[in-house]
């Protein structure tokens, strides 16, 4: 079903966490980077429309500066955010420039998706760089957000992107398989779910376990992104990027993870 989405998806939002993008060490894979953009130009090839979601600032930040790894107030924190964006889009935009592809960046918070003129604005920029061949990559601009116009992770963040593009499909990589009826990192016998078509169903049969139970956003916040999406008719891919070449291997049906049905139809 993974791929039968991927197949007929023409615009396609990706969100890779900062887990998949961190190497053992926390710093950043820079040759993940550099595999996920070939996947990425060879999709556009094929006539694909691809706009990312890229966290791994602070990783990118302690890639560059590491003696700030124990500095834990909110100012270094953002700080770190402004060095680290740096380098992460460096990253991308040597990455993408193997295959001819310019890149652009958006940094975002909650209150440029509530001001109707800064939405619209954001809306042309996404359709222009797309349209253009360049692939958007966008993150929360952690370095100026706070608690009052912060969304606060990057799932609830692609799937506004996803609704804002009027995208075909949402695609979530994540240091998990999909969702599970429990949380498979204490519960050896737990089961992948392949097919949510009903996210309140699904929240009263599975036990979310806290907030970082399934990486830095917690599986909640896939949750919340898929009913978001979802209520556009926009379907959802959850699956782990740290398999070798995941995005094309979910494109060609030998992985899978859990798909969510957008509520205007059905496959």
């Known amino acids: 079903m993974t791929q039968k989405l991927l197949k007929r998806a023409r615009k396609i939002v990706i969100k890779i966490g900062s887990n998949t993008l961190a190497k053992e060490d926390g710093k950043i894979n820079y ?9 990425c130009a060879f999709l556009i090839e094929s006539g694909k429309q691809i706009v990312l979601v890229s966290s791994g600032a ?5 890639s560059t500066i590491d003696c700030w790894t124990r500095k834990t107030d909110i100012h270094y924190r953002q700080a770190l955010c402004a060095v680290g964006q740096v380098e992460l889009m460096d990253n991308w935009r040597t990455a993408f420039a193997n295959f001819g ?5 958006l940094l975002l918070t909650k209150e440029d998706f509530s001001d109707e003129h800064r939405t619209l604005n954001m809306r042309n920029t996404l359709f222009t760089l797309v349209d253009e061949g360049v692939v958007p990559i966008i993150n929360e601009n952690d ?16 799937a506004l992107t996803a609704i804002l593009w009027n995208a075909d499909l949402l695609l979530l990589f994540s240091d998990i398989d999909g969702v599970y009826d429990k949380n498979p990192k204490n519960n050896p016998d737990a089961k992948l779910i392949p097919v949510v078509e009903n996210v309140a169903d699904l929240r009263r049969g599975i036990s979310t376990g806290g907030v970082s139970s399934f990486g830095t956003g917690g599986i909640e916040t896939k949750l919340e992104a ?8 926009i379907d959802m891919i959850l699956a782990n990027g ?4 995941a995005l094309a291997s979910l494109a060609d049906g030998s992985i899978h993870g859990t798909v969510f049905i957008g509520d205007s139809h059905g496959i």
Request: proline share 2%; charged share 20%.
């Open 31 to 39: 040759k993940f980077i550099c595999d996920f953009a070939a996947q």
């Open 58 to 62: 602070q990783v990118a930040g302690l």
């Open 226 to 233: 898929a009913e978001k999406v979802g209520a556009y008719g």
């Open 101 to 105: 592809i310019h890149i652009g960046q």
């Open 143 to 158: 370095s100026v957000s706070f608690d009052e116009i912060k969304i606060g992770d990057n799932d609830n963040l692609s």
């Open 242 to 245: 740290s398999f070798p070449r």
